[in-house]
Each structure stands twice: as structure tokens, then as C-alpha cells.
């Protein structure tokens, strides 16, 4: 505890913060993280977290799994036969013909004795015969016990009450394999399966079976995989087990040995016969010499049928006999062994993760340039076929990018940041036209617009330093005419002589500052900097001829007064040129642009100059007064007097003085001249 009247010391690492303020590094810190592209940053990570994590809820799986399929089909849309399988099936005009369903063990035996006479290397059986069908029972019996290259099913099934075991004739022996089939939520078939095992019971699959029986005369057996001994291999390919989140899948069973099912080859792979075909010898023996042959049904009245890829959305309610899967099944193992023909691979949760990220932040640096809806719509359907053809890439080479997040997080994070972004322009054009629309003409509001990067920094006009001409203007005679009119009359007087006024600033170039009474300050040079010495010029140029059609419109609007018997105003006005500091002044709620700086003290005591001795007036009713700073950018392009080195009031310097007489177009009038000596300027 910390001694009486002492304050605990900070742990170290901590900021200090000194009178309430935070360290300067830190502030300017977070200052760097209210930016645009800061923020389209994070916004783009947003976008592509919350699809991440849309994903791993499981919310995308359906739509990842449709894409997953389309590829499939776009990879395999051309049918290619597998010269190394072949199905027979019974067909709904076999089982008419035969007039019996199952078939009995006498035909049965007669389609297996007439298969084995083309030698084929195995035959599997897709049909359950765990009981007797007679006639010819003990054919059957005697032949499977006979022949070792039969290979009849069983079902394993998730628990006893639906495991459906092999010919009695076969248990215990190497010629039985599961017919079971790995069917996803949505009732298609992607994975295949290799082994299963509930604990009690080891069983291998048909189409395993199958296959290891082909390859078995080529030397080529089960073997430990090359990175993980756990895994098997055949030949070179390791068959890395399915995993619950692997690629689109999440929390998929993954129970037993699974692989994803390629489906090489197409729709139409195999070459295919009929029970009848085999029975009165309408096959090809060469098709079935050293082949895999796999008998099964494919009639309307027997369902044995599933989904397959090429089965959704595209053959209007076909599907795929449960023969043909397993026919798929065992041409991948055949060409993973023969060919190093490999599955379709995943990465690794985080990288597809990390790829997820990527895009949404491509996506927010895309909102972050594109800002038009043309714009917008070229740039996010350029990326998407941009994707698209990466990742059809990728599958063509037997690897799964996540094209249906991806897509979601880089349309969802350029959309906000677009959004966000035209919003903060918005917010921002509001502010400066709150600040200057009404104070500067429409193509400096437009050019301030197109060129806001360079002054406006977090929603705020950045101070700057820059060179400015500034114009004072003020009523000499003010008071008279106040004390003549009506309080609506004297605002509506006033408010004419402004409106007026300030529209010949704008006109020109200028920025109204500020109104005091009856005075108006005017800057020519904000709020865009000017850099290039002619850029100056014109801005004190302006400022000049500004002053001139002030003093024209101050004749009519006494002319126009005079004929109303009102009385006469004389106006003066004081310009220089020079550095200032220009940027906005207030609070949150109430903020005016303006600029600070010892030349808009010049310009003011310019202007105040003769308003306690107006026999020196140059016009009768509009004095402009100039300083150096502003005539040597001038060029003789004005007719102006001298008036002399004046010791304005607040500064220690004189400075040198004149008068604007006109342009070269108006007549030169002559102005008493003044000492040599300076004299200090009449007070404000």
C-alpha cells in the first residue's frame, strides 16, 4: 500500500499520462488509425472474421458444397471409359424376363460361372445373400466356396439392428466388403470409405476389397503412409483419412477411413451390361479378361440409387446406381496405386482462414479506390472471375480453395467500405460546404472537392501555412444611416450592401471570412495552397479588381440611395499580401475556416487607415488602400500612388503604402504627397 500523501508508482510499460493528456506518440498513433484506409482496413478484416466465422457455424457449408460440385462437374464434364471396371446390372426388363426378384442362387450361380469363363481378375457382388434364395442353393454355396475372386457385400450399419451380414458360405474369409455408403446432409455422395470399425468389429469395403484383389498380381499391397505410418498407401499416393472440417465440410461424420471421391472419368464411365447380356452370351470377353467386374441392380422397382455430383441440378431427378458408385470407387484406388493419381487436397484450416482474410481485404482496398457504383460493380465482378479462375485452377490440380467465402467476404468488404466511404465523403462534403459554400464560387467548391486530400485530415481542414492576399472592407459612414432606419430597414439596407459585396468576392476568387458589423474580411488563396509564384500573383490580382468592382458597385448602390433621399456611404477598404496560418476555429458545434497571421493585422489597419482624416480619400466614396507585400505582385498593371512608409498601429516595422487609383482604363487621380518621414496610422 502506498505511503500517505504519495502516489503509486505505474507498473512499468504503462503510459503516463501528464495534465489528463496522452504521450504524443500514442495520440498521433490513433490519429493514424482514424484514417480511411485504416479503417477500410479493419472493415475489411470485420467483413472477413465474420464470414469465418458464418463458415465455422456452418451456416455456408450448403453453398460451399453446390460449388464444390460445379467444379467437380466443370473438371469432369467429359466421359472417359475405365477400360479396368465393369458392371453388370439387372435392369427392370431382366427382373421382368427372369420373372423373380432377388435373383435365386441358381441364377445367381449361373451369372457368376458364366463371368469367371471370361477370367476376369475379381467379381463383386453388390447384393445382400445372407439367406438361401433356392433353387440351387448348394451351386452357389459350392461355387463361392470354390472361386476365390467372388466378393460378396455385407452391411456394416451404425449399430446391430441394421447390419445385414455376408453369405454364410464366406464369413470368416477375405471375400466379404462392405457395401456401405458415406451420404451427406444434403444426400449427396462425395467420400468414399475404406474401413470401418465400431470397436468390436473390422470390416474393408466392396470396393477395396475389389481393388486390392486387382492389384494384387502387380505386387502392390496396403502399405503405412509416407508421412504419417498411421495412414495407408498404395503405390505412391498416400490416402490421408477425411477429417470433420476438412475443406467445405463442417463437423461432417468422419467416422471409419474416408477419401474424397473424385469421380474421374464422368457421368458415363463404365462400360455396362445386363444380367440378360451375361446370360446368353452378349459380351465382350476381352472387356471382362483381367478386369474388375461388379454385378448389381439398377431397376426402378429396387432402389439402390444415390446423388452424386453430377446428379444435382443438372439430369433432372437422375441419380446414379449404388453399383456405379462403387464402380467409382474402385477405378480411384486402381489409379491412386497404378497412376499416382492423388485425392483432392485441403489446406489446413488457418491458411484457408488466412485466404479468407486476404480477399476481404482485397475487397476493402478495392471500396477503398473504387467509389462509383460503375466503378464499384467493374472492380468486385473483376475479382470474382479472377477467383473463380484461381481456384478452378487449383481444383484442376486436385486441391479445394474456398471460392463461396471467399467471394462473400470480398463482395460483403468492398460493399462496406464503399459504403462507408461514400458516407464519410458526405459527412465530409457537408463540412466543407457548411464552411465554404456559401462563401466561395461553384468551381472552387467543386476544385476544393477534387483536391480535399491535401487539407482535410480526419474529418477536420488541416492548419496550414500558405500565402494569402487579404482584403478589409468597412463602411466610413455607417452611423447616419443606422440612426435614419428602422431596425427591418437598416438589416435589410445592410443585408443588400453584403449581398452585394460578398458576391464580387466570390466572383473573384474569394473566400468570405467573416463579417464584423458592417465590415467584411476576405481571403484570395484559401483554402487551396498556393505553390507556384504566378498562383500568387493572380490571387493578389483578384484581390485588387475585387476592390475596384466594390468601389463601382459602392457608386450605384449611392446612386440608387440618392434617388431613394437616402444618404451617401463611403466605403474603404485595405489589402496585403503575405503568410498565414488558415484553418478552422470552434468547436464541434460551431467551426468557422479562417486565417491568423501579422498580414491580416496589416490589412486591417490599411483599411481603418484615414477614418479620422477623410480629406485624404482618394475617391469620394471608396478608398483602397495597398501595401508592398501586395503591389510587387502587381506588375504595373494598376494605376496606384504612393502614400508613403506608415507606422501602423501594432506594428514595429513601417510599411510602405499606396493607394489604388484604378486600371489602366480609369482615370489617374493624384494624391497629396505625403513626408518622407513615417507616421503613425490613425487608430481602428
Sequence with gaps: MAAPGRAPSL????????????????????????????????????????????RSAGVLQFVELATYDIYLRAKERKSVPEPRVVLVQAFEPDIQKLAEWPLSDRNMAAVLNKLLAYEPRVVGVDLYRDIPVPPGHEDLVSLLKRDKRIVFIEKFGKDSSKRVAGPPALRGTEQIGFADITVDQDGVVRRGLLFLDDGKNFSLSLSLRLALAYLAEKGITPQPGSDDPTHMRLGSVTLKPFEANDGPYVHADAQGYQYMLDYRGGADRFKTYSISDVLEGRVDPRLIKDNVVIVGVNAESVKDEFLTPFDRFTRRGQTTAGIAVHGYEVSQLIRAALDGDAPIGFLADRYENLWILLWAVAGALVGRVARSTM????????????????????????????????????????????????????????????????????????????QRASFLKGGRLEPQMMTVT??????????????RLTPTELMDWLNHYMETMAGLVIKHGGVVDDYFGDAIKSNFGVPLPRKKPEEIRQDAMNAVRCALAMRRAMEELNASWSAENAPRVKMRAGIATGSVVAGCLGSAQRMKYTTIGDVVNTAARLESYGKEIPEQLIDPYCQIMLAASTVEHLEGDFNLQPVG????????????????????????VELPREPAAPRQAAAR
Design 11 to 54: 507498473p512499468p510499460g504503462r503510459f503516463h499520462l501528464h495534465n489528463g493528456r496522452m504521450p504524443a506518440a500514442f495520440a498521433k498513433w490513433l490519429e493514424k488509425l482514424r484514417t480511411p484506409t485504416a479503417i477500410s482496413l479493419a472493415l475489411g478484416l470485420v467483413a472477413g472474421l465474420l464470414v469465418i466465422g458464418l
Design 645 to 668: 512608409s506608415l507606422q501602423l498601429k501594432g506594428k514595429s516595422q513601417a510599411v510602405d503604402v499606396f493607394a489604388l487609383i484604378g486600371s489602366p482604363a480609369e482615370t489617374r
Design 375 to 450: 466503378r464499384f460493380t467493374l472492380a468486385a465482378a473483376s475479382g470474382l472471375l479472377l477467383l473463380v479462375g484461381a481456384t478452378l485452377l487449383a481444383f484442376f490440380a486436385h486441391w479445394w480453395l474456398p471460392v463461396a467465402p471467399v467471394a462473400i467476404a470480398w463482395v460483403t468488404s468492398a460493399a462496406l467500405v464503399t459504403a462507408f466511404l461514400s458516407g464519410h465523403e458526405r459527412q465530409e462534403k457537408r463540412f466543407l460546404m457548411d464552411i465554404f459554400s456559401k462563401s466561395v464560387s461553384a468551381e472552387v467548391a467543386d476544385e476544393m472537392w477534387k
Design 470 to 483: 487579404v482584403l478589409f472592407s468597412d463602411l466610413a459612414n455607417f452611423t447616419p444611416v443606422a440612426e
